[in-house]
């Protein structure tokens, strides 16, 4: 089975503050993908990379970036956390051979005060 | 461009009624379709997807969906409910341009009711 993993379920952090959420893939994927949930949005996607080192805006990038530095991680940074920042952060991979199925982490649910 | 539209936000079902969420794209050329189940404060798992080797597409815990090039429909049914389907159920489609990319619908969230 694919299992992505995130690194924290629930975190709060304060405004200002530089926040690191990271997400582990053990499958081998190319692909890798950030969202964030909120309700009566849908989820949005914020990044995604086809392969290491690589980065693509999604439709909402501002306030964040990534990194991906190994083809298993893919790290989302907020570089000075605000309070409209707060929400259920997915993270996803997917094989391009694959019919592009992606698979989903648990998410992380961020309050920033 | 594609989208996903979803109609209802809310659908509330009888136990053992049937459950119907529906689902339209816009596409030019027939995509992959997928549906996903997300449970309170959990991700999203795979329902079943569609991708072009038959229309009637058999998921996990009794889920299916009939892709309808016609009416660019990919409904979700499930013949009887039961109160684990409980969740919100999203739609998603692949995007055609070969990004790897999802265009989400907005979810519906299912009750259930005893």
């Known amino acids: 089975d694919v299992k992505v993993t995130q690194s924290s379920r629930y975190l709060v952090k304060r405004t200002g503050e530089k926040v690191f959420l990271e997400c582990v893939q053990d499958?081998?994927?190319?692909?890798m993908f950030w969202y964030r949930q909120d309700p009566g949005l849908g989820l949005r996607l914020i990044y995604f990379?086809?392969?290491?080192?690589?980065?693509e805006k999604g439709d909402i990038p501002e306030g964040y970036s990534v990194s991906r530095e190994k083809k298993e991680r893919f790290s989302l940074i907020l570089e000075s956390a605000s309070t409209n920042q707060t929400s259920m952060y997915l993270c996803?991979?997917?094989?391009?051979?694959?019919?592009?199925?992606?698979?989903f982490g648990p998410g992380t649910r961020l309050t920033v005060l | 461009a594609q989208s996903v539209t979803q109609l209802g936000s809310h659908v509330s079902v009888s136990e053992g009624a049937l459950v119907l969420l529906r689902c339209n794209y816009s596409?030019?050329?027939?995509?992959?379709l997928f549906w996903y189940v997300q449970y309170p404060n959990q991700g999203l798992q795979l329902l079943l997807k569609?991708?072009?080797?038959?229309?009637l597409v058999k998921g996990i815990n009794g889920f299916e969906a009939e892709f309808k090039k016609s009416e660019t429909s990919f409904h979700l049914t499930k013949p009887s409910a039961h109160m684990s389907d409980a969740a919100e159920y999203f739609c998603?489609?692949?995007?055609?341009?070969?990004?790897?990319?999802?265009?989400f619908g907005t979810g519906t969230r299912l009750k259930v009711l005893a």
């Open positions: 996803a991979s997917s094989n391009s051979g694959d019919s592009d199925t992606q698979y």
């Open positions: 499958m081998d994927h190319e692909n």
């Open positions: 990379s086809y392969d290491v080192k690589m980065k």
């Open positions: 596409s030019s050329v027939p995509p992959y």
């Open positions: 569609y991708t072009s080797a038959a229309t």
């Open positions: 998603a489609v692949g995007d055609t341009s070969g990004t790897y990319k999802y265009i």
